[in-house]
């Protein structure tokens, strides 16, 4: 099976654009999770999806959102970019328990 | 509040030698999840090993072993007879019925051939 995959890899935005980032998971998985990895703050979970519900939220302002389509595949959007959202944003889906991770997008807020 | 600690920033060994890497979780869930993932410089995150509340049988699996105490709510990796290759962040996290993935500082290992 293909592992989970994430789009595009690098970005750079400027302050206050908006950017959405694309997550496919591995066929078959129909949980996605996502995370947002930076020096200061580590990892941390931004929101999971399960079969189009947002199922579980982490500690993240409005302008972090999300989206699971039919396909399980799955969306997340930063509206209004500020620096400190340059990141290592990373997708995972999940069959049970364990989580598969991507590659991740590395985002960059000039 | 659930936390895990990962003690250790920074360790460097040279090849061969046994490296042990820390972590520790607090949690008022009485089932709960422990994982531990490999960061290679790529990127991608690694599962290695996930240990659930009620099992706790220490694991190995080749050179890496995991030691689980509930008394001092521990969850230690170690790496026997180090590698080059398994340099990377090293990252410890829990799972309770109410958060997901919660994880460590990361613990970045060095091992100098």
């Known amino acids: 099976k293909a592992g989970v995959t994430q789009t595009p890899r690098y970005l750079i935005k400027t302050r206050g654009q908006q950017v959405t980032l694309s997550c496919s998971p591995i066929s078959g998985h129909r949980s996605v999770s996502w995370y947002q990895q930076t020096p200061g703050q580590g990892l941390q979970f931004l929101f999971e999806y399960f079969s189009e519900t947002q199922r579980n939220k982490g500690n993240f302002p409005g302008r972090f959102s999300g989206r699971q389509f039919s396909n399980s595949r799955s969306e997340m959007n930063v509206s209004t970019l500020e620096l400190g959202d340059s990141a290592l944003y990373l997708c995972?889906?999940?069959?049970?328990?364990?989580?598969?991770f991507g590659p991740g997008t590395r985002l960059t807020v000039l | 509040a659930q936390k895990v600690t990962q003690a250790q920033t920074e360790i460097s060994v040279v090849e061969k030698e046994d490296v042990t890497l820390d972590c520790v979780y607090e949690?008022?869930?009485?089932?709960?999840?422990l994982f531990w993932y490999k960061q290679p410089p790529s990127g991608e995150l690694v599962f290695l090993i996930r240990?659930?509340?009620?099992?706790?049988q220490n694991e190995i699996s080749g050179r890496y072993s995991w030691n689980f105490q509930k008394s001092t709510s521990s969850f230690n990796f170690t790496i026997t007879a180090s590698q080059v290759v398994d340099s990377a962040v090293y990252f410890c996290a829990l799972t309770t019925d109410t958060d997901k993935l919660i994880f460590g500082t990361g613990t970045r290992l060095q091992v100098f051939p």
């Open positions: 995972a889906s999940s069959f049970g328990l364990r989580e598969y």
């Open positions: 240990r659930n509340s009620f099992d706790e």
């Open positions: 949690t008022r869930d009485t089932t709960y999840y």
